[in-house]
């Protein structure tokens, strides 16, 4: 009934806003954009009289547009600014002779951002929006020779656990997009690829912790959006990078990007290779309680691992206009990823007194690759200036293949080797096509679409025992799991500017069916599962301009997690002899509400309040076996609540010094059940800071850095406080073509990863150290010719279509 109640709401609310009657009076309609033809969102737009008086001020939407409506036939001055942007301001527009008016303004860079540098690496690392925080990738000194995942982990409100699961203002359960498409990765095998990509590949980075309602509803706490970069520039144009680094071990980074953009074709390519080397230290201590509450025994685990690591990215593709107004692109992506670990573990049982009773030596080897390959077909048409349709079609494969084998050797005299191995290979196939269609009515924006999806996966697990001298099937731990999922979904939504007020409300209904077969073996019997299931999702954002510097911002909207098909395989991986990760196909998914009030000031300061609320809650759950074996896996254990408290600051402190910030507060309250009634609070905070020093003759610097207090993710594990400080040096040179960066990360080696785990009848703390100081040295040099703009009328379909650049 409650569903149907929101629809009716829903589609009474467009039909209203759709039929209003036509305002009357004189209209003008502004397109603002960046040189390089991209839109510029939120930009102040004041509508002026001769006399200097403000009649009308808006903001811009994300697409860089805004329509001042039932005007006075009178003349009039346009004032668009925009944070690191010069004022713009226009002739005089004479309503009086024509009533409505349409115009693209185009805004330069500010005063000393302009150089034959690229305006992207002169945009401010971090841009707080009402809507979303935008990480510029390349402005920040630090990010040289980083990882995609080195760059979330200090990103404002990120934090990294860790398994590699990425949180957002502390909630975990984030959704990872790649140029708008979800990776449909999770756990090490999407921290594999993000750490495997080079963050030269990356234009931004865009955090959205509520999402509007044309986004995928997956993502308790929203969307890691990571934009690939894609130059727009006419004419033959290029980047080249090449980075060393050195912490305890050797890393390098290099990439390529080509492009090549002339009459209605546009041609790109982007490579990048990351060669590391890697190492990670764990500690852990097991505490094991008798019935009584005495100890009973201690085991303690320190377990060393090498590894080294390989990673290719390829992306290339073409686009092209086939007329005046419409625009097709084609476009490959290529990942192949290698790592090989070597391991060593101490595994040392102690009595209650502490007196070691025996040891086990474990020497382990593993290797992983990644095959990934996708095609994506792309369409965009504007059959006016206030009518679009935008199409996409994807098909995406994943090749992974895993190995491990360990060998395990006894103190105790007389003892054999105990030995297995395991081969774990995976295929994933995804089919995925969406349409997207936009209309302007006057004042209100309309937008609408459509998405299917088809995941198909085939992971196949086979264990083996040492028996002697010969290997043997382990069917016990070995299985064949084959899994099909589909999601269709629809979605509607209107954005409606009235004088000072704002409102975007949209409703998507999203279905979900899944069909999961075990097969079977002489050991383990058949098994199969599925499950349908079905859901609306309301989003609302509702924001008054109380005055040119004074904005407050009402967000709302309902998500959904579904459990990543790898979580739902009741597969055994083995991580050493006394602890197992195995997956739950009883997993069901979880529904969140989040609501948000915040108020921003000027481009300057930026807070909120927010609350969310999530059943049938994620947690890592940790199983005792009656052999005192540890199995790792994931259910729904109950309910969270989360309140939480933000405040964002960008400050131009001095003309040759910027600094943002942000301070993220959770108080957290995690409920459920397990082998008891658990019920957990905790207060957490993340803070992040980021400064720049720009001097003369092409030097900058930066100083950043990042501090998350002691957190709790999950029901049974809380974390210890972590965080790191980094600093680097900019030099421009090759006539302001080239930068040379050093780039010193994690300075005092601060970012350890320790907790407590608590388990049915033991505590276990640990502390994971990684490879993360590390020195960086590298180079860019920009090459090539850009082609001089034609001048172009204003509002022409053209126009709309090389703003838009990319349709991918």
Known sequence: MRKIILLSIFCWSCVIGLQAQPQTGGEIRI???????????????????????????????????????????????????????????????????????????????????????????????????????????????????????????????????????????????????????????????????LTGMNATQVETIELMDNPPAKYDAAGNSGIINIRLKKVKQKGF???????????????????LILNYRSGDWNYFFNYSVNANKYLMDLWAIRTNYNANGTIGSVLEQPYNTLGTGVTHNLRTGVDYSMSRKTTVGFAFTGTYLTRNNSGRANASWKNAAGVTDSTIVTTSNSSSRLKQGGLNVNMRHSFNSKEELAADVDLIGYDIYNDQQFENLSSVAGSKPDASRGSIPSDIKIFSAKADYSKQFRSVLWEAGWKTSRVNTDNFARYEFLDGNVWKDDLGKSNHFLYKEDIHALYSSFNLKSGRWSTQGGLRYEYTSYKAKQLGNAVVKDSSFNRRYHSLFPTLFVSYEADSINTFTFRAGRRIDRPGFQKLNPFVFIINKYTFQQGNPYFLPQYTWNTEISHQYKDILSTGVSYSITNDYFSQIFLTNPDGTIVYTEGNVGKMRNLGVSMSIQLPVASWWSLSGQAVFNRKMIEGTLWKEYKATINQGTFSMNNQFRFKKGWSAELSGFLVTRAQNDLQEVLDPTGQLAAGVSKQVLKNKGTLRLVVRDIFYTQAMAGWSYFEKSIEYFKLMRDTRVATLSFTWRFGKTMKQMKRSSGSAQELIERAGSVN
């Open 237 to 255: 144009n290029g980047t080249l990078t090449v980075a060393l680094g050195h912490g305890k071990r050797y890393k390098n980074n290099n990439s």
């Open 31 to 193: 397109t603002v954009e960046s040189a390089e033809k991209q839109a510029v969102a939120f930009a102040s737009a004041s509508l002026l009289r001769p006399d200097s008086s403000i009649a009308q001020t808006l903001i811009t939407d994300s697409l860089g547009r805004a329509a001042f409506t039932n005007l006075a036939p009178a003349s009039y001055i346009l004032k668009v600014s925009s944070i690191n942007f010069e004022t713009h301001h226009s002739a005089l527009i004479d309503l009086s002779s024509r009533p409505e008016f349409q115009t693209v303004i185009t805004l330069q860079p500010a005063a000393g951002l302009i150089g034959n540098v690229t305006v992207t690496a002169k945009k401010p690392l971090v841009q707080f929006m009402p809507d979303k925080t935008v990480i510029n990738v390349e402005a920040g000194i630090t990010n040289a020779g980083a990882t995609v995942m080195e760059v979330l982990e200090k990103s404002p409100g990120v934090t990294v656990d860790r398994d590699g699961n990425v949180s957002l203002k502390g909630r975990s359960n984030v959704q990872v997009m790649i140029d708008g498409k979800l990776t449909q990765l999770s756990g090490s095998d999407l921290q594999n690829l």
